[in-house]
């Protein structure tokens, strides 16, 4: 994860997943990221992150619950939101918070 701080500097907004593979909510979250990102192709950047595995990156935008996620977009933090949400519900608020 030394280049996650790269990542989210992209001019293109990266939304990260933070989520545990015990946790099934996640595990339902990770088919509506693939649609959002088929849907919205090259527009997104959609990077998973275990918590378990990488919890200095968790604990830095203190994630307490998964699957949280937060909407990155040249290094700022736009939107961020804990729990499931449906793919078009995904889709509009990627597409008002940032200006693509």
């Known amino acids: 994860m030394s280049n996650f701080d790269t ?3 992209s001019e293109k ?16 979250l990770g088919p509506i990221l693939k649609e959002v990102k088929d849907n919205l192709g090259d527009r997104i950047s ?3 992150i275990d918590v378990d595995k990488n919890q200095q ?11 949280t996620m937060i909407l990155f977009q040249n290094g700022k933090q736009l939107w ?9 519900d995904l889709i509009k608020i990627i597409l008002e918070k940032s200006n693509k």
């Open 46 to 48: 959609i990077i998973k």
């Open 13 to 28: 907004p990266v939304l990260v997943d933070f989520f545990a593979t015990w946790c099934g909510p996640c595990k339902m």
């Open 80 to 88: 961020r939101q804990s729990g499931v949400l449906q793919k078009n």
């Open 7 to 9: 990542i989210i500097q």
């Open 57 to 67: 990156v968790a604990s830095q935008y203190q994630v307490r619950g998964v699957p």
